[in-house]
Antibody, heavy 116, light 107 residues
Framework: QVQLQESGPGLVKPSETLSLSCTVS????????WSWIRQPAGKGLEWIGH???????NYNPSLRSRVTMSLDTSKKQFSLKLNSVTAADTAVYYC??????????WGQGILVTVSS | DIQMTQSPSSLSASVGDRVTITCRAS??????LNWYQQRPGKAPNLLIY???SLQSGVPSRFSGSGSGTDFTLTISSLQPEDFATYYC?????????FGQGTKVEIK
């Protein structure tokens, strides 16, 4: 049973960089798409991007200029960096695994607040 | 981007009711359409993938249908644990996009 766990700061200052990691356990980090999704309080889900373990990342055009995703297979972790954050980036951030074109495993989510 | 529109945005129903939620895509997504359930404070949970395939472990009262641009999620007999918000999502193109959600509340 694959399990995902997000980690990182819960508070980020405006204009700084949000950095999150997702640790994968109970399965291989190879041969899958790894995704980030976010959800502002009381709102819907927004896909941030994904990447295949041996491929290039694919980002949401609305965030592409500020997003970087990467993978550390030795640690079984993948990461998200979002720079120049504003209050509009305050949300619960989820990592997820995409398999057969659906998000079949999700982390529990981590609330990130952008505030000075 | 492919826009996903769900209807209704919310509904009230009783235990035992049959509930239908629809999802329309702004262009064809073939059968690359998924449904998720999200309970308050929890991560979304995959119910249906590829429009009509039931995810392992999901009760058989959930079913999905449709192809192209129009899709339906049906709960055949609503149970207390089904009161939640439901999202459709297309995986035909990137960026992946979600519907705005349908909140199923207790009548």
């Amino acid at each position: 049973q694959v399990q995902l766990q997000e980690s990182g700061p819960g508070l980020v200052k405006p204009s700084e960089t949000l950095s999150l990691s997702c640790t994968v356990s109970g399965g291989s980090i190879s041969s899958s798409y790894w995704s980030w999704i976010r959800q502002p309080a009381g709102k819907g889900l927004e896909w941030i991007g994904h990447f295949y373990t041996s491929g290039s990342p694919n980002y949401n055009p609305s965030l592409r200029s500020r997003v970087t995703m990467s993978l550390d297979t030795s640690k079984k972790q993948f990461s998200l960096k979002l720079n120049s954050v504003t209050a509009a980036d305050t949300a619960v951030y989820y990592c997820a695994k995409e398999n057969t074109w659906s998000l079949d495993y999700w982390g529990q989510g981590i609330l990130v607040t952008v505030s000075s | 981007d492919i826009q996903m529109t769900q209807s209704p945005s919310s509904l009230s129903a009783s235990v035992g009711d049959r509930v239908t939620i629809t999802c329309r895509a702004s262009q064809t997504v073939s059968t690359y359409l998924n449904w998720y359930q999200q309970r308050p404070g929890k991560a979304p949970n995959l119910l249906i993938y590829a429009a009509s395939s039931l995810q392992s472990g999901v009760p058989s009262r959930f079913s999905g249908s449709g192809s192209g641009t129009d899709f339906t999620l049906t709960i055949s007999s609503l149970q207390p644990e089904d009161f939640a918000t439901y999202y459709c999502q297309q995986s035909y193109r990137t960026p992946r996009t979600f519907g705005q959600g349908t909140k199923v509340e207790i009548k």
